[in-house]
């Protein structure tokens, strides 16, 4: 049974969402003091975090970047600003998705469960992927490319991997967002290309230029060329 820590200030949303979680199954709890969420998520031990944005003393972003500084467990940020720039707030303050409210339950479950799965469940054939220079190491979920090396995102891995097991073929963003969350009905494509933009600048730093090449109309594919 997944532990799953609900950070919502709204009694009404957190009521519901409570209910829900465990009559899913989930063995949940509610923060109860806004100004010891770091502390309450820490003694429950949760393998998944809900984080409403905006909270009493301090909003989600922060709290997640607290929890971030000990825990890896994948944040899910819930709020009604669901605008690119929230979007790109959460996923750089180390977010793994984002729900928009108001939501559906059925949606909120469906994300629940592609998370966990992704992060609990996802497993890889090889340590290493190799493809134009670039090496992607699976265990660490970093790029080497040359003498730089590059910490990487869940999403930012997935992405990657993905793209470098097809061995420069083209794989479309319905298939990747499938491969990534399990639940292309319900992911914003938005969500999608902040990750790649995300995931493109990284690899530019590194001198990975043009590695992930956009095929119009059709998805991603990562170059042929050799950057050595």
Known sequence: MYRVFLVEDDETIAALVMKSLRSW????????????????????????????????????????TQIRKTSSVPVIFLSSAADNMNIIMAMDMGGDDFVAKPFSLEVLLAKIRAVLRRTYEFGAPAELLTFGGAVLNLEESAVVFGEQKTELTKNEFRILATLMAGKGKIISRTELMRRLWETDCYVDENTLTVNVTRLRKKLESMGLTDFIVTKKGEGYCVSGTDHR
């Open 25 to 64: 199954g989930y063995e949940a709890e509610c923060a109860r003091d806004f100004r010891e969420v770091l502390g309450e998520c820490t003694a429950f031990s949760p393998q998944l975090v809900l984080m409403d944005i905006t909270l009493p003393f301090y909003n989600g972003y922060y709290w997640c």
